[in-house]
C-alpha cells in the first residue's frame, strides 16, 4: 500500500531557478511528515520535520537552500532553491508514537538534476 | 554530535554466501537502531529495526545484533540471495523528533548467481 505520493518524480533545474515539490499523504495515521535529501554519493541527511498546517522551516546545506511548509494535514511542500548539485528529496511520514524511534516510511522521491 | 559508521562501503557476494555488515555509533542519548535498506530506484525501507531494551531483531531472514559495550550493531544474514541486492543503511533514531533519523554513508551489496 502507497502512503505517500511524490511529484514530479524527476525535473532539470537550470542553474540558479528554484523548484517546487510537493509530496501528498495517503494514510492519517501517518501524520508527522518529513525532508530528507540524498546526494549523488547517496549519503542521506535529514531536513525538516513539520506537523501541523501552516508550519513552515528554512534551512541552507552545501548545495541548495530549502524552505519546507505544511499545507494540510496531508501536503507537504518544499522549495529548492540555489542548487548547485543534483540530489534527490524524499518525503517521509512516521506515526511518531514514540518520536522518531518510530519507523518512517519514505516516499518514491524527487531526482533533481542540475542543468 | 551523533554519528553512525559503516567501514564497508560495497560488498560483493556471490548466491548462499554469508553476508555481514558492521555498524558502530555514537552518541550521548539512548538511541533505536534501525537498518534501512534501498533497492535501485527506490526509497528507503524499514528491514529492521532494535531498541536498547532488546538486544536483537530479525527480518526477511536477516539478523541484527545490538552491543552497548562495543556501541556496535551489525547485520547479518546466512545465505544471501541476488534479490538482496541493494543499500544497506545503519540508522540511528531519537526520541526527539527534531532530530530526525542520522545515517551511515550505506553499504552496498551485490549478489551475483
Known amino acids: 500500500v502507497t502512503l505517500l505520493e511524490q511529484n514530479p518524480r524527476w525535473r532539470l533545474v537550470p542553474r540558479g531557478q528554484a523548484v517546487n515539490l510537493r509530496c501528498i499523504l495517503k494514510n492519517s495515521q501517518y501524520p508527522w511528515m518529513s525532508w530528507y535529501q540524498q546526494d549523488l554519493q547517496k549519503q542521506l541527511q535529514w531536513l525538516f520535520t513539520?506537523?501541523?498546517?501552516?508550519?513552515?522551516?528554512v534551512k541552507s546545506l552545501p548545495g541548495a537552500d530549502y524552505l519546507a511548509t505544511r499545507v494540510t494535514d496531508t501536503e507537504l511542500r518544499l522549495q529548492v532553491a540555489n542548487m548547485s548539485q543534483g540530489r534527490t528529496l524524499y518525503c517521509t511520514c512516521?506515526?511518531?508514537?514514540?518520536?522518531?524511534?518510530?519507523?518512517?516510511?519514505f516516499g518514491p522521491g524527487t531526482r533533481l538534476l542540475v542543468l | 554530535g551523533d554519528s553512525v559508521t559503516q567501514m564497508q562501503g560495497q560488498v560483493t557476494l556471490s548466491e548462499d554466501d554469508f553476508l555481514f555488515i558492521n555498524c558502530t555509533y555514537s552518541t550521548t542519548w539512548y538511541p533505536t537502531l534501525f537498518w534501512y535498506v534501498q533497492y535501485p530506484g527506490e526509497g528507503p525501507q524499514l528491514l529492521l529495526k532494535v531498541t536498547t531494551a532488546n538486544n536483537k531483531g530479525i527480518s526477511r531472514g536477516f539478523e541484527a545484533t545490538y552491543d552497548k559495550r562495543t556501541t556496535s550493531f551489525h547485520l547479518q544474514k546466512a545465505s544471501v540471495q541476488e534479490s538482496d541486492s541493494a543499500v544497506y543503511y545503519c540508522?540511528?533514531?531519537?526520541?526527539?523528533?527534531?532530530?530526525?533519523?542520522?545515517f551511515g554513508l550505506g553499504t552496498r551489496v551485490s549478489v551475483f548467481p
Open positions: 512516521s506515526a511518531a508514537l514514540q518520536g522518531a524511534r518510530d519507523t518512517q516510511y
Open positions: 540508522v540511528l533514531g531519537f526520541w526527539n523528533y527534531a532530530q530526525g533519523l542520522t
Open positions: 513539520l506537523r501541523s498546517p501552516g508550519d513552515k522551516e
